[in-house]
């Protein structure tokens, strides 16, 4: 989940891989998942790391009616003890949801927790959060509607936001970037206009990686300088470590296989 700050990261929502994982949807990164249990097993690693380096971690059961369930970022919006439950973008990840909310609803009270009406779409692997300033991505997932919903809750949380057209070679925002602190963005050449981000503030900065690397470019910062990475990226691995960050490396390969990256496996909350 890409809308916390670091020092807001504690606890973390992931869910089991089912064993129809194997069809979940892969148009991007991937071509479908092949070693279930290479799957789980990096999965496992995953939730390892959050819990080593002092997050909480809840592990809702998989679904198996739906293949992609394992990625929970797509299903709900955390930003500053509110909850933005939206309406999945893909017709087949909708009924994903209500476990989900359902485990929300016992940590945030209802007036914290907002919905959307039906003509909207969103998916919460389109946000990105530098420090107060939000991103949103109008992608295949994401539409108009879904972005003036976030809008009114940002509005009224004081928080600026900025829309970037997702080319159609990405499947949301944070499949093609990530804040690794609170400070800096990472983001592929070749994929949106350079200046898509606008004027950033002055103590802040995007670093663009190759354009091959783009996969690379989703992290998950934590307090401490801390940066969960993906395995197989060797600029982005050079990049944190240059920046004095402290890089843990994670293969993730039967994620990407389903055209998921680090970020779509958690919910911090
Ligand atoms: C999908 O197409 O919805 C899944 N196979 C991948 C979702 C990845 N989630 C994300 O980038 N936040």
């Known amino acids: 989940m890409a809308t916390v700050r670091l020092g807001q990261k504690h606890r973390v929502l992931a869910r ?7 069809n979940a949807m892969a148009n991007y990164f991937g071509s479908g998942p092949t070693d279930l249990e290479l799957a ?94 939000f991103f949103v991505g109008r992608s295949s997932r994401t539409n108009d509607a879904g972005i003036a919903v976030l809008r009114e809750l940002l509005d009224r949380l004081g928080h600026e936001l900025r829309v970037i057209n997702l080319p159609p070679e990405a499947l949301h925002l944070t ?42 470019c989703n992290t998950i910062g934590l307090e401490g300088g801390k ?13 944190v470590k240059e920046l004095g960050l402290t890089p843990t490396v994670i293969d993730m390969s039967q994620i990407r296989a389903a055209d998921g990256s680090l970020t779509c496996l958690s919910i911090f909350y």
């Open 16 to 22: 089991g891989i089912p064993d129809s994982y194997s």
């Open 40 to 133: 789980r097993a990096q999965h496992t690693i995953y939730c390892q790391t959050l819990e080593d380096e002092g997050l909480e971690v809840t592990l809702l059961e998989a679904d198996q009616n739906h293949p992609d369930c394992v990625f929970v970022e797509d299903q709900a919006i955390v930003i500053d003890g509110h909850v933005l439950l939206p309406i999945p973008g893909h017709p087949s990840r909708v009924a994903e949801q209500p476990p989900i909310a359902e485990f929300l609803s016992k940590h945030y009270s209802p007036e914290k927790i907002f919905r959307m009406s039906s003509e909207c779409k969103m998916d919460g692997g389109d946000l990105l959060r530098l420090g107060d300033l």
């Open 175 to 216: 499949s093609i970037s990530s804040t690794p602190t609170d400070k800096i963005i990472f983001a592929p050449e070749g994929y949106i206009d350079k200046q898509s981000f606008g004027q950033l503030p002055d103590d802040s900065q995007i670093i663009w990686m190759p354009k091959e690397e783009v996969y690379g």
């Open 227 to 239: 940066v969960i990475i993906a395995e197989g990226y060797p600029t982005v691995l050079a990049t």
